[in-house]
């Protein structure tokens, strides 16, 4: 992911990592023109819908809208969550 950013000749990357105090944690956010995209990176084929409970923290942060987001991981094609996210194949990134 880094390595496209880089090919596209931006520098400074919107490119996070979540995680406070209650070890609450967000694999990776996405900013773009002020929407955050959480991520979550999973070695499974069955993603669940706990998986996409710290995507709700990033709701309060102020001037940030909260876009879909998505659960990398072992499934065979894309498939719809709760709350408008997604659970997306390794491959497809």
Request: net charge negative; proline share 5%; with cysteine.
């Amino acid at each position: 992911m880094i390595k496209s950013y880089y090919n596209d000749g931006q520098v400074n990357l919107p490119l996070y990592y979540y995680r406070d105090k209650d070890k609450n944690e967000i694999d990776l956010i996405i900013e773009e023109a002020g929407t955050l995209y959480p991520v979550e990176v999973k070695a499974t084929s069955d993603p669940q819908k706990a998986m996409l409970r710290a995507f709700d923290l990033l709701k309060k942060i102020p001037d940030r809208k909260v876009g879909s987001g998505a659960v990398v991981c072992l499934v065979k094609d894309i498939l719809a969550m709760a709350g408008g996210n997604f659970a997306i194949p390794f491959d497809m990134i």
